[in-house]
């Protein structure tokens, strides 16, 4: 058995898409068997859920994101040592799944591993992209002809993304384990975003159900002299959002119902502002220019929605987790049909959306965020330079830390939080892509946010300085340990 879960953990491939994260040096062959053998251990012994209210094992998601910084294997099995203490042992499910009784146990825990084997023997069959397209994207596994159905797509997106980030890592590092483990996650999570997942979806492709929806909204795609907008961007739909009274006074709440009191309240006119987003995947190039406008309103949501001037930074625990999977937009969407890739991505925004709407829909002060100086967040403490004529000179505090991601980094591979490495990762990653970018930039400054001409490439550092700032003082306090923040962004 151990053999067979081992196979399905090979050593990490490169990635599918040109956009998606690159390993780091420091990889070595020892940590990688250590890592398979720790996934593939894992696979076989822990069950998706570690408690009976459905908080996830991100077990494997601490090793990988370990592994793809470069970490060495001491600190990779410490990791598993520290997170596998408090995991669910997996067991055996009341019965096997197969096609006939599929749709009969969705949304029940226990039949976690019966679909996990289910997905083993589907994935080692068809292979992981046919098994993604049939039973995530394709129109019968969500509404069939009927108008109801298994809806798959709705449960990927459920318990905060999990499982498309579980999938993520799958595809991202070329493991079939780990999407066949983020399909039985899939399997038994819950539809809980329905109004959200439109079945016109599947009506014939994206595009052409999108258009129908927007043709009935000849005002909201238009600009003041009646002119069709040709491309409408995500900070747009920001925009539109942050000034919509609609969506004040949400309610306080800590659990689940954070999000379900949007999806039951305002998922009419949050699918009307979805529906406003362009995206016409025969223009060459659009994907990846979708994948951005996502990827920067989702850390924008976070980095930017936490900060107040004078305030402590407020690093918001559910909009942390809308940067760390949107680090997967560009790995999932690199095989997928093109009808499947804008499903995706325009889920997943409807999803992001209603997240940020639940948290209290934070405004963005853009213009004091990049007034602010933090764009070098380097530690603070008397540390001589490495060399007396060091670069630009002995003196500066940039000869001492050069570049300000490698002490972000070197203290997300050795602090005790799965989720501070998974969000440094995503956020040096994107800084790699978009850090050059200039304020001004057109595609910005035409947008409806206010200020947005002011964003540049260094969101990404002062996003990940905040946070450790935050949560964590390496060099200066290095017992000092924080806590995500969960209180939200509520007026009341």
Partial sequence: MANKALDLFPNPSL???????????????DATTALRALLAANHEKNHMFFNSRGFHNHLSHWLLALWGLGADTDIIRAAHKLDDAYQKPSF??????TRDNFVKFLGDSRFYTAYRQFFTEAVQSKGLWDVLEEFVFSKNMNFGDSGTGPEMFNRFLDGLVHPLIHIGYGVEFGLPGMVVEGLASTAVHQATSSPLIPMSLWSSTPSSAIDSVTSQLPSALTIGDGTPQKNVHA???????????????IENRLDITLYTQVIDKHSEALNKYVSQWTFDNSVPGELERKIEELVWVNVIIYGIGGWTKDKDYNA???HMHLVTSSLFLSSLAANLKPASQ???????????LAWWIGRGRPAFDIEGFFAEDTAFPAPSGPFPPLNYKALPEATSPKATTPNPWFPIIQAALTVPDDHIPKLHRALVHFASLYGSRAPGQP???????PFADKLDGSLFVRTAGLT??????????PEYGGFWDRQGFYKS
């Fill in 316 to 318: 918001d625990f559910f």
């Fill in 443 to 449: 595609d910005f400054a035409n947008t409806e946010l």
């Fill in 92 to 97: 055996e499910s009341p019965e096997a799944i």
């Fill in 468 to 477: 450790n700032q935050r949560l964590l003082r390496p060099r200066e306090e």
């Fill in 15 to 29: 990635p599918p898409s040109r956009i998606s994260p690159s390993h780091w040096p420091g990889i070595s062959h």
């Fill in 235 to 249: 900070l747009t739909i920001l925009a539109r959002i942050l000034k919509d009274p609609r969506f004040e006074n």
């Fill in 342 to 352: 804008e499903t995706l991505l325009r889920g997943y925004f409807a999803v992001s």
